[in-house]
């Protein structure tokens, strides 16, 4: 792990991972949580895993460019069109990562029962080597990654409030990430994955 200024690079196999965790300072993340929480047209579609449907465990919802549509585990989700808020946050973290990111899917964790299952970011329309942007606020939740052939090769990352995580390079073909649950009593928290289609 090395320290650079107020970011922090994970020193992973097959995986570029940074982390800001002072990307946006307490004041104004408290603002944009509020916004977020109040402002975003949030949805709660139905998922199919291994034969069965149920509700998703969290909250949703989708903005981009050009009305291109994102899928994901079945689900076709239609764009919004970018708002001012969005565009703001957006533009902060182009800053620091030069990309002109197209996309940006919202997530809605209510509390520790809300969770995302093991995954990738890897569907076609992301390219090959993705990179993906990923923003919380509000309650503090444990990001985990494991290394899909290196069965000991592990990294769990607290995501806490106004915090930046960029994953980058071949990290979605060698790792899987989810938000686990949790028993604990936790308050909202909301994360918006900044990513580009091609």
Avoid at 23 to 46: C, G, M, R, V, Y
Avoid at 101 to 106: D, I, N, Q, S
Avoid at 164 to 192: C, E, V, Y
Wanted: charged letters at 25%; proline letters at 6%; glycine letters at 6%.
């Amino acid at each position: 792990m090395l320290f650079l200024n107020d970011k922090i690079v994970f020193d992973l196999p097959d995986a570029e991972v940074e982390y800001y965790p002072y990307f946006f300072d307490f004041k104004n993340s408290n603002e944009l949580f509020e916004k977020l929480a109040n402002e975003i047209p949030w949805q709660q579609d139905n998922i199919t895993v291994f034969g069965k449907t149920h509700p998703q465990p969290r909250l949703t919802s989708l903005f981009g460019n050009e009305g291109k549509p994102y899928g994901y585990s079945n689900i076709i989700m239609q764009p919004n069109s970018w708002s001012p808020l969005l565009m703001h946050i957006k533009n902060k973290i182009e800053e620091v990562c030069p990309e002109n990111f197209t996309t940006v899917l919202l997530n809605q964790y209510r509390d520790g029962k809300d969770s995302n299952g093991w995954h990738a970011d890897n569907e076609k329309e992301l390219g090959r080597n993705p990179i993906i942007a990923s923003v919380s606020f509000g309650a503090e939740r444990v990001f985990q990654l494991k290394h899909n052939t290196l069965p000991d090769t592990k990294r769990n990352i607290i995501l806490q409030h106004g915090s930046l995580l960029l994953m980058k390079g071949t990290t979605q073909h060698f790792w899987k990430h989810q938000i686990p649950k949790t028993a604990k009593k936790i308050d909202s928290r909301i994360n918006l994955t900044f990513r580009i289609l091609k």
